[in-house]
Nanobody
Framework: QVQLVESGGGLVQAGGSLRLSCTTS????????MGWFRQAPGKEREFVAA???????FYADSAKGRFTISRDNAKNTVYLQMNSLKPEETAVYYC????????????????WGQGTQVTVSS
């Protein structure tokens, strides 16, 4: 079993930055693929970024160049640094974990955090 807890969300002005954190416990974190997703009201949950156990990273096109995913295995924590945020990126951001090797669909992840709200004002 894997437990995930996100933090770091909040209110930020357009163009600002936030860093989200996701701390895990339970099954071996270092071997997990970790992902970040977001879900805006009335929309489907969408992939944002993922990082493998060997620190290879993958990003949605909308996140490339502005977001950075990283992990600290000693702290069992994965981060999402978000820069140049836009109002349309207002959403609940979720951390997720999988041991499957697939990363871009929410269906690939059996373990989820409760989410953290990010609100970007214009």
């Amino acid at each position: 079993q894997v437990q995930l807890v996100e933090s770091g969300g909040g209110l930020v002005q357009a163009g600002g930055s936030l860093r989200l954190s996701c701390t895990t416990s339970g099954r071996t974190f270092s071997s997990a693929m970790m992902g970040w997703f977001r879900q805006a009201p009335g929309k489907e949950r969408e992939f944002v970024a993922a990082i493998t156990s060997t620190r290879s990273t993958f990003y949605a096109d909308s996140a490339k160049g502005r977001f950075t995913i990283s992990r600290d295995n000693a702290k069992n924590t994965v981060y999402l640094q978000m820069n140049s945020l836009k109002p349309e990126e207002t959403a609940v951001y979720y951390c997720a974990a999988t041991f499957s090797g697939y990363f871009s669909s929410s269906r690939d992840y059996p373990y989820w955090g409760q989410g953290t709200q990010v609100t970007v004002s214009s």
